[in-house]
Each structure stands twice: as C-alpha cells, then as structure tokens.
C-alpha cells in the first residue's frame, strides 16, 4: 500500500528529486509494484514527502504534525513525523478509505492531440486534521442535546479547500446517514470550479443557479 524511496542521508548526492526519479523508474520498470500502491513517500534522509505515482515532484507533501494538534519541531526529523502521523495503522487507513480521489484531466500531446488522463489526489496533512475535526464537531453538534453549531474552517489562499470539502462531505455521507449537502458561493468561477471538483467524485450533485430552487 505503501512505496517508501530512501536515500543514504550520508551521501552528498542524493537528494528528494533522486528519490522522486526512482519511484518514476520504478513505475517505468516495475509498474506491478504499485498495482495496490495508495502512497508514496521520498526521503532524503532529511527531508520527507508524500504523494501519489501520478503526482509530479511538487505535489509531494511534508506531513507536519504527529498528532494532529502541534506541528511538530524543527528538530524531530520530518521522516519520524511521517511515520508517526501518517504511517500508523489508524491514519493510514483512514487516508486509503476517505482521503484519496481521482480526477480527469486532459493535455495536449506534440502533435496537438488531446489525451485524457487521470489524477490521483491525496489530502494534505492539514486537510486531513481539518476535515476530521469538523466532523467531530458536526457530529457533537447534530446531537439531541448539541448546539446545532458545527463551527468553520478557516483556508489560505490555495491550500485546498475545495478538495477538503469534497473530503469532508465523503466522511459526513457515511457517518451522518446520508444527509444533503449544501455548498453556497459568492462567485461564478468558485461555484463552477467547486462543482467540477466534486463531479470529478461522482454522486449526486445539483448545480443551483436561482434561489428559487430552495422552493422545490
């Protein structure tokens, strides 16, 4: 389920991106070793990252927090940090089960044809605290005796939210008894990129474009 590349920390030469090319080979040479591969990890012996095969370099992630509470320091070593807050038994099952989407996408190839492929998305580490916190606090506040508050998350600019969302409404359809989810936007361009991203998930999704459709 897990590939991990380890470069010899003691080598000058070996870097995240040698370790990066190798599972590329890997894929090119052995492409049977990841016919059950989730997650891929690299690490320099300094570094740590975790992505997918389909993921280019940079979208290989550092996981920062060991528990979900702190980020951890500077000086643990961030393999350690993977390890101990992504590699557990519980973590990582719940990424392979909740955190892990596929989306098309198309690119031209040298001679003009479009080719479709598909992308493999893994949650960030602040993605996966997130949407498991929100749901636990959905789930105290949709209680009998809850304060039917369930709080917000709070993004920067490019960090994901859209697929945090899908992330979260996966888990809530599963642990709430398939309820309705509503998603409201201030803008065209969010409300169509939030719709492509979860079609891009499947099930059934409406796209409201006038109030007057809260009146069915």
Request: a positive charge; hydrophobic letters at 40%.
């Amino acid at each position: 389920m897990v590939v991990i590349e380890l470069k010899n920390a003691t080598d000058e030469n070996a870097t995240i991106k040698s370790a990066f090319d190798q599972i590329r080979t890997y894929k090119a040479t052995i492409p049977s070793l990841f016919r059950y591969n989730s997650i891929c990890v690299i690490s320099d012996g300094l570094e740590a990252k975790a992505g997918t095969i389909s993921a280019d370099i940079s979208r290989f992630m550092t996981w920062k927090s060991s528990d979900g509470i702190a980020e951890s320091s500077k000086l643990v070593p961030q393999l350690e940090t993977l390890i101990l807050g992504m590699l557990n038994p519980c973590t990582l099952l719940d990424l392979i089960k909740n955190f892990i989407v596929f989306e098309k996408d198309k690119k031209q190839d040298e001679k003009g044809q479009t080719q479709v492929f598909t992308i493999k998305k893994l949650a960030a580490y602040h993605q996966y605290y997130a949407v498991n916190k929100a749901l636990e606090r959905t789930l105290q506040a949709s209680r009998k005796d809850g304060d039917k508050k369930g709080g917000v998350v709070w993004h920067t600019q490019g960090s994901g939210k859209s697929l945090s969302m899908v992330f979260y409404t996966g888990k809530a359809v599963l642990t709430l008894n398939n309820p309705t989810i509503v998603v409201i936007t201030d803008r065209n361009d969010l409300d169509d990129q939030l719709f492509d991203t979860f079609a891009a998930s499947k099930n059934q999704i409406y796209q409201c474009y006038q109030m007057n459709f809260w009146q069915r």
